[in-house]
């Protein structure tokens, strides 16, 4: 603040009042009447004090000369909040023209100097406790002007969680990804709104979008109770190429907090709803030999339980929901269930957790978020005396798997060969062997400066 009383014709006063908190000034703003030169040579204090009979008169400031040291030393500029936001389009629209689109950040952090451990080392954690700059929109805001603007609107403040969406806003400038994209589509296909994946990517914002709605081609799904042999998919067949010692305990877990006036009986209903819906959890895994046999099977077993830990005393429940959970998780296996659900009652006046486990064959971060979304659709429908209605499925992973396979063999990727062996051939490269003791001197070592 000491700045601005340099570059504008006014005295900036300060003032600390006793019943304010710590870090908390008043600030006078008075037009200069005459120059202050001569009171800044002879040392004399600015601090005249906000009128308050609380008030007490700031200690006399040195004169220090601004070229020693900057002013942000003394004090904060209150521009630079302006500066900063400003200078992220700049700096997006740099990168858009020598970047593909994909590799151009959503967000930027701005640092005066990157925060260092006391061994010199970059701080991580205080990293990630910096501010992320969103940067200023240079348009002015222009809000939905049609029923499909409006509800895309809707779904895009939702799914990336921002107050309010343009109709000109960028999808990846509020933070965006391909992640947060499928939940995009998911929520507008249910809403009546056929997107696919790469409209997303072409039409980036909502005036954009709402011109392609509907335009791409309709996915016909099985909505049926989908069974049978699937072929496994390349990433499962590297899992059981791993030959783990604890094959079924390889999994993924939430564990959430029961509020409302949800009952066990709503969630357990729920459980059975989606398993019939979501095929991957009707999983299951034989061996056959040296390999495995995939298989969708019809609802089984529940895979509901109610346990009861009203007697676990206070302050122990922590540790009994920890040992109950490595229990029901250690407790899956490849022959099915896949997963298990389990309603933990921890007595009066402190609730309920609702534990979910699932084997990472059937469950993965981006599936997680559309199990937990259903789950929730359908126990607010029970509740409310409705029957379950999920949205229509999309293409199955029995069809999906069966159309990898397909690829896997057609002419169309043996035509690949060709150019791949060329590749190879041209100069064999043999990979470092973890743990080999040829090489792997200072000698070795090389600088490639691109």
């Not at 521009?79 to 590799?103: D, G, I, S």
């Not at 010199?120 to 029923?147: I, N, S, Y």
């Not at 409209?199 to 109770?225: H, K, P």
């Not at 126990?379 to 029995?398: D, H, I, M, V, Y």
Request: hydrophobic share 40%; aromatic share 6%; charged share 25%.
């Amino acid at each position: 603040m000491w700045g601005l009383s340099t570059d504008l014709s006014y005295d900036v006063d300060l003032s600390w009042a006793a019943s304010h908190l710590e870090g908390r000034y008043d600030v006078l703003f008075r037009r200069r009447v005459k120059e202050t030169s001569d009171l800044r040579a002879s040392g004399e204090s600015r601090g005249a004090a906000h009128p308050s009979s609380t008030a007490r008169e700031l200690p006399v400031f040195p004169v220090v000369d601004p070229g020693d040291r900057g002013w942000s030393e003394y004090a904060n500029d209150p521009l630079r909040a302006t500066q900063v936001r400003a200078l992220v389009p700049q700096l997006r629209r740099h990168l858009q023209e020598r970047l593909p689109e994909y590799m151009v950040p959503s967000a930027f952090v701005l640092l005066e100097s990157m925060p260092l451990t006391p061994n010199g080392k970059v701080d991580a954690r205080a990293l990630l406790a910096r501010e992320v700059v969103r940067g200023e929109v240079e348009e002015e805001f222009e809000g939905p002007r049609t029923p499909v603007e409006e509800e895309l609107a809707r779904i895009w403040a939702q799914v990336l969680g921002v107050s309010r969406v343009g109709i000109r806003d960028n999808f990846f400038e509020l933070g965006g990804d391909s992640i947060l994209s499928i939940q995009i589509i998911a929520r507008a296909n249910q809403a009546g709104l056929r997107l696919s994946p790469k409209q997303i990517f072409q039409a980036q914002t909502i005036a954009e979008l709402a011109r392609v709605v509907g335009t791409s081609a309709a996915v016909e799904a099985e909505q049926g109770l989908v069974r049978g042999l699937v072929p496994l998919t390349p990433i499962q067949s590297w899992f059981f190429e791993q030959e783990l010692e604890e094959a079924h305990h390889f999994n993924q877990a939430v564990l959430l907090e029961v509020r409302g006036e949800v009952s066990s009986a709503v969630v357990e209903e729920a459980v059975v709803a989606l398993e019939a819906h979501h095929d991957a959890l009707r999983l299951r895994f034989e061996r056959i030999g040296p390999g495995w046999r995939q298989e969708v099977t019809v609802p089984g077993r529940s895979v509901f339980e109610r346990l009861d830990l009203s007697h676990v005393a206070l302050g122990e429940e922590r540790p009994t929901v920890e040992k109950v959970a490595a229990e029901v998780q250690r407790g899956l296996s490849l022959e099915g269930p896949l997963w298990r659900v389990v309603w933990l009652d921890l007595g009066e006046g402190r609730g309920s957790r609702l534990l979910v486990v699932v084997h990472h064959l059937a469950v993965d971060g981006v599936s997680w978020r559309v199990l937990l979304e259903d789950l929730e659709r359908v126990c607010s429908q029970l509740g409310r005396g409705e029957p379950a209605r999920l949205p229509a499925k999309t293409t199955s992973f029995k069809e999906w798997s069966e159309k990898l396979t397909a690829y896997a063999a057609s002419e169309e990727l043996r035509g690949q060969l060709s150019y791949w062996r060329g590749v190879l051939a041209e100069k064999p490269t043999f990979l470092p062997v973890d743990g080999s003791r040829e090489g792997g001197t200072v000698e070795d070592t090389g600088t490639v400066t691109a």
